[in-house]
């Protein structure tokens, strides 16, 4: 977990494509193939991220600055920096279960249930965003359904449904970089088929032999606002994580 | 004349028991229908008034329009400034702040960890200033179960049900997890000064009541409220003054075109309150005249079957000189009498009960308990001076045009065939 990016697109920042595979003519791939390319490239590093989101609600715009340390795909430790009525908060990841800690309560609070589904922070990100951990091609069946430019980026078009079990988004819609394997653009569904979120990448950039996206929007399809903008200020790749900080004691 | 006929009612009770029966039940149903609508519609209104509409509301016109959802994010800014100013344009009415907003109470164990959790419908309200009119409208001092009224900062009360199935008492502590007005986490200790008890299912089920200088503190949402409520001072809801108040102070605004510049509903206008009243109103109007039609066909027939009893006493009549009008009139004073007579029966039966219902009241907490309108559990008539003489109505209207429809054959009555009649 970085800040409040949900791990599917922190993945996406960690993302390093060691080869140009797709070249011009090439016929398209499976679907599960692309899926399996974006969700190696994922990563599962170790890997510390200071970020900063900019949270533009109807009442104006918020800065929130967070340093994560990330360890694998199921463990993370996020501490807000600013602003001050933030700052000191903590909050625990270690497997399907999240916790917070927030000094003026000193108290440490297990989310569950429908709180999983709450802002993080009024962003346009959920704490059940957050939570997701899986691989796309564990969750998703993918087919091919079409190619398209996002900006001067020719992209494979993913249809992502689901493989059944309680999942966030039903279907989901994914723009996938032909030479990148980034995740460019998304559109996420409810079973309903109502949009729910999207997300536009809109830099990329190479850090240690990986493109990362460095500054995505997200927007909640149901809030008004012009969304959450997400910008990676630093990261540290392969970084060495001591174990203790994943334990709730680290929390207090 | 009013003898003759008041002895030939008497002595003739064929003539008058089932009109008058037929009087009496339906004044009385009427006087009970009526005093129990009225007590049910100011039951809703006051309850409602008192826990979530008041009197009017001004709310930002952004949070106005989802204010089912009381979306704080869209509160009003600079609440202090705009009470005085409600308290000095509009001084016949008390102006109170208030939040609402939701989340979820979690009490720790020994260890501070998360022992239980439930959710929690939250109402922070002024309930430490001097001159708060909160503790009068809500009538906290007796809805106080067990410990006291919040004193100290940081102090709140719970439903007393909801304590309980928290497994809380006066003095824990409470951990309230919800959202600032920016939508950020909040997670902030209080401590459970009192558990009440308002006989409100909404409100019993799972409430929170703090002060709301605490709530602002909590939910990042200073010199802000999500609702600013005004009530008549000592005088019951009145629809058209509020209407009114409304529009004066809309217009007065109109001139702010933002999305969290101030506006105020009346109480008719939120929540389909206004729907519900007007059907309410309609329906017992409805119920009023299907009582006078149903009446009116049982006392028409009864009038045709006298009529045909008394064929021979009206052929007599008819004969012995007294013209058709007359007779006809009669026929028509008689009816008055049964009605008048059955009317204050009627009404004096409908009284008593609506008084008993007044009194008792009619408990409705086990069908209220999933409701989501503020409504008191406990339903009451309630007797006006409209209670006295609504049940004449009915009574006074069937029995003329029951009486007068019947009494028409008269006229068919030729008295130039009465010998024959007689012969026969």
Redesign the interface.
């Known amino acids: 977990m970085t800040g409040c990016v949900p791990l599917r697109v922190v993945g996406s920042f960690t993302l390093a494509v060691a080869a140009v595979l797709v070249t011009a003519g090439a016929q398209a791939p499976d679907g599960a193939a692309v899926l399996r390319r974006v969700d190696e490239n994922m990563g599962a590093d170790n890997k510390i991220t200071t970020s900063e989101m900019i ?1 533009r ?3 104006g715009s ?1 800065t929130v600055m967070s340093k994560s340390w990330v360890q694998g795909r199921a463990r993370s430790f996020t501490e807000y920096l600013d602003p001050p ?2 700052k000191g ?1 903590k909050m625990l990841k270690l497997e399907d279960q999240l916790w ?1 800690y ?1 000094p ?7 989310i569950s249930g429908h ?1 999983l589904r ?6 346009d990100l959920s704490y059940e965003d957050m939570m997701e951990d899986q691989r796309l091609v564990e969750l998703y069946d993918a087919v091919i359904a079409g190619e398209e430019r996002v900006g001067d980026r020719p992209c494979w078009v993913l249809a992502l449904s689901s493989r059944g079990g309680e999942i966030a988004y039903a279907t989901r819609k994914i723009w996938v970089d032909r030479e990148r394997y980034v995740v460019l653009r998304e559109e996420r569904f409810a079973k309903s088929g109502k949009l729910l979120k999207t997300t536009e990448v809109r830099d990329v950039e190479r850090m240690k032999n990986r493109w990362v996206p460095t500054r995505v929007i997200f927007k909640d399809a149901l809030k008004d606002g012009e969304g959450t903008e997400f910008v990676v200020k630093a990261m540290e790749y392969n970084a060495v994580i001591p174990d203790h900080l994943f334990t709730k004691a680290s929390l207090r | 004349m009013i003898r003759f006929l008041l002895k030939g009612l008497l002595r003739d009770r064929s003539r008058s028991l089932l009109p008058l029966t037929t009087v009496v039940l339906g004044s009385a149903l009427t006087v009970i229908g009526f005093s129990w609508t009225n007590g049910a519609m100011s039951s809703m209104i006051e309850s409602g008034a008192r826990f979530s509409t008041g009197h009017v509301k001004v709310m930002s016109r952004a949070y106005a329009k989802e204010a089912d959802q009381a979306p704080n994010d869209l509160a009003l800014a600079g609440a202090g400034a705009l009470v005085g100013e409600l308290a000095r344009e509009y001084p016949s009415l008390d102006w109170t702040p208030r939040i609402v907003f939701g989340g979820l109470i979690d009490i720790p164990d020994e260890r501070g960890e998360t022992r239980v959790q439930g959710p929690v419908a939250g109402l922070a309200i002024d309930l430490r200033s001097p001159r708060t009119p909160e503790r009068r409208l809500l009538n906290l001092d007796k809805a106080v179960v067990r410990g006291r009224l919040p004193v100290r900062p940081g102090e709140i009360l719970l439903s007393d049900g909801f304590a309980a199935r928290l497994g809380v008492a006066p003095g824990a502590s409470a951990t309230l997890i919800s959202a600032t007005m920016y939508g950020s986490l909040v997670v902030r200790n209080f401590v459970v000064a009192g558990t009440v008890r308002f006989g409100v299912a909404v409100m019993d089920r799972g409430a929170m009541i703090a002060d709301i200088e605490d709530v602002r503190g909590a939910l990042d949402m200073a010199d802000s409220a999500g609702e600013i409520l005004g009530f008549f001072r000592d005088s019951p809801y009145r629809r058209d003054e509020a209407a009114r108040l409304a529009a004066a102070f809309n217009e007065a605004h109109r001139g702010d075109s933002g999305e969290f510049a101030p506006r105020m509903v009346s109480l008719h206008e939120q929540s389909g309150l206004a729907q519900t009243l007007d059907f309410a109103t309609q329906v017992y109007t409805l119920m009023l005249v299907f009582f006078i039609l149903v009446m009116s066909v049982v006392l028409w027939n009864a009038g045709l079957m006298a009529t045909l009893r008394r064929y021979g006493e009206f052929g007599i009549r008819l004969a012995l000189g007294e013209d058709h009008g007359r007779l006809y009139r009669s026929l028509i004073a008689e009816g008055a009498i049964v009605g008048f007579v059955g009317s204050v029966a009627g009404t004096a039966l409908g009284l008593a009960v609506s008084y008993y219902l007044q009194n008792t009241g009619f408990d409705l907490g086990s069908m209220l308990k999933n409701a989501s309108i503020v409504v008191t559990d406990v339903l009451r008539a309630r007797v006006t001076p409209v209670s006295y003489v609504i049940g004449f109505v009915p009574g006074l209207a069937a029995t003329f045009l029951g009486t007068a429809v019947s009494g028409i054959g008269i006229y068919r009555r030729e008295t130039s065939r009465l010998a024959k009649e007689f012969e026969a």
């Open positions: 949270i609600g109807r009442r918020r009525r933030e908060t917070t927030t003026a309560s000193d108290r440490t609070i297990l709180m709450q802002s993080v922070m009024g962003s």
